[in-house]
């Protein structure tokens, strides 16, 4: 079946980096669009940032751009966020995700989202 396992969340203070990881499995990983999301205490989910696991294109939001980085390695079916510069406000769950949708890499909405992760909890203090 199909799991995505995030870890590396925690506490931070600002200006610090955490990286996060999603190990995926149980479907094939190398043509879909994976993503981390993150979503505040009664805000809708926000898209953070994208990779087309086959190409290797990356997207992000604009409130990440320059800090966040997002990566892969596709021998282990992993990827990655490395968030650096961190803020306040970046403090909420983040939610590692998988689209089978990959040609949508580029505008992915959580409606294209097939599968999430459990989240791991970011605080910045």
């Known amino acids: 079946h199909v799991q995505l396992v995030e870890s590396g969340g925690g506490s931070v203070q600002a200006g610090g980096s955490l990286r996060l990881s999603c190990a995926a499995s149980?479907?094939?990983?190398?043509?879909?669009?994976m993503a981390w999301f993150r979503q505040a205490p009664g805000k809708e989910r926000e898209g953070v940032a994208r990779?087309?696991?086959?190409?290797?294109?990356?997207y992000y939001a604009d409130s990440v751009k320059g800090r966040f980085t997002i990566s892969q390695d596709n021998a282990k079916n992993t990827v990655y966020l490395q968030m650096n510069s961190l803020k306040p406000e970046d403090t909420t769950m983040y939610f590692c995700?998988?689209?089978?949708?990959?040609?949508?890499?580029?505008?992915?909405?959580?409606?294209?989202?097939?599968?999430w992760g459990q989240g791991t909890q970011v605080t910045v203090s």
């Open positions: 995700a998988a689209s089978l949708s990959w040609w949508r890499c580029h505008v992915l909405a959580s409606s294209d989202i097939n599968y």
């Open positions: 149980g479907f094939t990983y190398n043509r879909n669009c």
């Open positions: 990779i087309a696991t086959g190409s290797g294109n990356t």
